[in-house]
């Protein structure tokens, strides 16, 4: 694999088309290749279909509670005990029973019956026999769990699991009934860790340390994504967004800068080389790279395009929102056939105060676990915001225009994404030749941004 770099080098620094012409077609190669390698290490899951298995394995997320009241999560570095002694790759969704709660880095002992699975996990296992043998005790677990605590003591339900599912995207005692209520209003998002949440803070860290070096910022941006990887887990879509993160901060510490079609290419190719079922049948990962594209290629040319000054942090979010929106609703109503015909209302009403989300509940939750006899004060700011949220989830679910049964065809949802395409070029075009369209620059990761 070195090598093979070491040998694309020369054509990088080539720049011509020839050159770009044979990346591609060794990239597409070097893809083939370790598509039909990675699938090859995936027989064995088609081969031990619907047979009774033993697995050691580590957990992946936090248990939930399921509808026929089993443990639910996913679990990795799945060892095969019995009928067989081997290593399998990618990850097990489980259902099943024997402990009272199950929390991310346990080490298990699962047996059940192995079911091939689609997406991004390989199997399921449901009705499972689940035995803990060792439970993750280390410091950054115990904190993590302590800080849970904490923000569920000072907010009441359902405001206590939203912030949680916000800060860190923790969803274990998130209400089934008000998690429903963010599906249908299109706000299941924001209780998924993602690159919106290192967004904020990036940004935030940048405007913190304004009056410091560009190297101190660096570290402690870098800092700061490492921590929140660590705390959330490695999910698809951290890792992704980590890739984003971890590109856009090294240029803007060189003051390179990267177009962003390019940064999203470079984010594809190296997520689905590390795992190609991916591009198989992850749908997520689709829409993820969707909603890249709508983030940091239309809102900049719509924004470049229609606005004559830049637009202050409400209207840049809200402009950001609209444009994933607008990218990822074909996909969406060709895969799950429905759609909420409120989504873009109301994302356009929450999303520009999850940042105050994440600051008061994170300030509540700290301070809840320094002095623990006065928690709900220190929580006043965060549940009056989330109140506001709450409400106005609660009130436009129940509208009967909320949820809209709405399919697409093959042949419309290609139509469509060719359109928005031919509408990147339009855009690009009347780009001037400046960088700037109506005083705002052309689109660039200059900046940390995702």
């Not at 929106?325 to 999303?351: C, E, H, K, Y």
């Not at 369209?437 to 052309?442: A, L």
Request: net charge positive; aromatic share 10%.
């Amino acid at each position: 694999m070195v090598l093979l770099l070491l040998c694309l080098t020369p054509l990088l620094l080539l720049r011509t088309k020839l050159s770009l012409l044979s990346i591609v077609i060794i990239g597409l190669g070097l893809g083939c290749w370790r598509g039909t390698q990675y699938a090859r290490q995936l027989l064995p899951y088609s081969n031990l279909a619907k047979q009774k298995v033993t697995i050691h394995s580590v957990a992946l997320s936090d248990a939930v509670y399921t509808d026929k009241a089993q443990l639910g999560f996913d679990v990795g570095q799945v060892q095969l005990v019995t009928p067989l002694y081997q290593k399998l790759p990618g990850s097990i969704k489980v259902q099943g029973y024997g402990e009272p709660m199950i929390y991310r880095g346990d080490r298990l002992q699962i047996t059940a019956m192995l079911y091939p699975s689609r997406g991004s996990r390989q199997a399921s296992m449901s009705f499972a026999k689940v035995t803990r043998l060792q439970t993750n005790d280390s410091l950054l677990q115990n904190l993590r769990r302590r800080f849970s605590s904490a923000v569920l003591s000072s907010l009441p339900e359902p405001h206590g699991s939203f912030a949680l599912g916000v800060l860190i995207g923790q969803r274990t005692s998130l209400p089934t009934e008000f998690e429903e209520q963010l599906s249908v209003v299109g706000l299941t998002h924001i209780v998924a860790v993602s690159g919106y949440n290192l967004t904020i803070l990036i940004h935030t860290a940048r405007r913190l340390l304004r009056q410091h070096s560009k190297y101190q910022a660096t570290c402690i941006m870098a800092a700061l994504v490492t921590v929140f990887v660590v705390i959330t887990g490695g999910s698809a879509s951290i890792v992704r967004a980590t890739i984003v993160s971890g590109l856009s901060i090294w240029a803007w510490y060189y003051g390179r800068q990267f177009k962003p079609l390019v940064i999203i290419l470079l984010a594809a190719a190296a997520t689905a080389g590390w795992a190609p079922t991916y591009i198989w049948s992850d749908i997520g990962w689709y829409l993820s790279f969707l909603a890249f594209a709508g983030v940091l290629i239309l809102a900049p040319l719509l924004e470049g395009r229609f606005c004559a000054n830049p637009p202050k942090l409400v209207g840049q979010l809200l402009l950001e929102t609209l444009a994933a929106q607008l990218m990822t609703l074909p996909l969406i109503m060709f895969i799950f056939g429905r759609v909420s015909a409120i989504a873009v209302l109301v994302n356009m009403m929450v999303v520009p105060t999850i940042p105050i989300i994440m600051a008061t509940s994170f300030f509540a939750g700290v301070m809840s676990m320094l002095v623990p006899g006065l928690p709900g004060w220190f929580a006043v700011p965060t549940l009056f915001v989330m109140t506001y949220v709450v409400d106005i989830v609660r009130v436009l679910a129940s509208l009967p225009i909320a949820k809209t049964h709405a399919f697409m065809q093959v042949w419309q949802v290609a139509t469509i994404y060719t359109l928005l395409f031919f509408l990147f070029v339009v855009l690009w075009r009347k780009a001037p030749k400046n960088g700037r369209i109506q005083g705002v620059k052309r689109p660039t990761l200059s900046e940390p941004v995702l």
